[in-house]
């Protein structure tokens, strides 16, 4: 019989870029699932919820971790299975993972005929904005030439889509269901979403070919 382990536990290597000198370059970043039972794990996601903001889906991942971690002395009649995982450039001593090197989070439900995601967070430093100028800002800022400062490019990207190819490569044989905000459904689909019902633009599911 193999041990239980209670804490985090490394499952593959994810693909995903990395800022340097000469620009973006691939980059493996450890896929590791969190266990809502070890007193590390949860503090990691206590933490996070505090730097990335308790209102964030950091919050709401680290609320359900909690509630998990509560159900040992509790009868649940077919109790939800959830499962909590984390994308960090950190490569080893999983045992104790680093709060700042955790690039992002993701919650799923585990169903028989499914996998939910219920929450995926990327850390907040690594996201770019979205917000692009309108043709009138444009206009403005030529006509007073007003130059305005270059976004910093974040060190690491494409941390959602490596999440996502993550589970689908854990869960080949599992379709995964979402609900979506608004802007986030591009993202989705350039992932390899599509709506599950027509005329609701925001469940998405992912199917293997």
Same mark, same amino acid.
């Given at each position: $019989? =193999?041990?239980? =382990?209670?804490?985090? %536990?490394?499952?593959? @290597?994810?693909?995903?870029?990395?800022?340097?000198?000469?620009?973006? *370059?691939?980059?493996?970043?450890? &896929?590791?699932?969190?266990?809502?039972?070890?007193?590390?794990?949860?503090?990691?996601?206590?933490?996070?919820?505090?730097?990335?903001?308790?209102?964030?889906? #950091?919050? =709401?991942?680290? !609320?359900?971790?909690?509630?998990?971690? *509560?159900?040992?002395?509790?009868?649940?009649?077919?109790?939800?299975? +959830?499962?909590?995982? #984390?994308?960090?450039?950190?490569?080893?001593?999983?045992?104790?993972?680093?709060?700042?090197?955790?690039?992002? $989070?993701?919650?799923?439900?585990?169903? =028989? %005929?499914?996998? !939910?995601?219920?929450?995926?967070?990327?850390?907040?430093?690594?996201?770019?904005?979205? /917000?692009?100028?309108?043709?009138?800002?444009?206009?403005?800022?030529?006509?007073?030439?007003?130059? *305005? #400062?270059?976004? /910093?490019?974040?060190?690491?990207?494409?941390?959602? !889509?490596?999440? @996502?190819?993550?589970?689908?490569?854990? &869960?080949?044989? *599992?379709?995964?269901?979402?609900?979506?905000? !608004?802007?986030?459904? /591009?993202?989705?689909?350039?992932?390899?979403?599509? +709506?599950?019902?027509?005329?609701?633009?925001?469940?998405?599911?992912?199917?293997?070919?």
């Amino acid at each position: $019989m =193999s041990p239980v =382990s209670f804490k985090a %536990n490394f499952i593959h @290597l994810t693909n995903i870029q990395n800022l340097n000198n000469d620009g973006y *370059k691939p980059f493996n970043a450890s &896929f590791v699932e969190i266990n809502p039972k070890n007193k590390n794990d949860i503090s990691l996601l206590k933490c996070l919820s505090d730097t990335w903001g308790s209102d964030s889906y #950091a919050g =709401s991942i680290y !609320s359900a971790a909690l509630g998990d971690s *509560k159900l040992d002395n509790l009868i649940i009649e077919n109790p939800i299975d +959830r499962k909590f995982f #984390a994308l960090t450039s950190q490569k080893n001593s999983y045992e104790k993972l680093d709060p700042k090197k955790v690039l992002g $989070m993701v919650h799923i439900n585990n169903y =028989s %005929n499914a996998n !939910s995601i219920e929450f995926l967070q990327v850390n907040p430093e690594y996201i770019t904005p979205l /917000k692009k100028e309108s043709t009138v800002e444009k206009l403005f800022n030529k006509m007073f030439k007003i130059t *305005k #400062a270059t976004p /910093k490019q974040p060190e690491y990207k494409h941390i959602g !889509s490596g999440m @996502l190819d993550s589970l689908k490569k854990l &869960f080949p044989d *599992k379709p995964i269901t979402l609900l979506s905000v !608004s802007t986030a459904i /591009k993202f989705y689909k350039k992932n390899g979403f599509v +709506r599950e019902i027509f005329f609701n633009p925001y469940g998405l599911i992912w199917k293997n070919k």
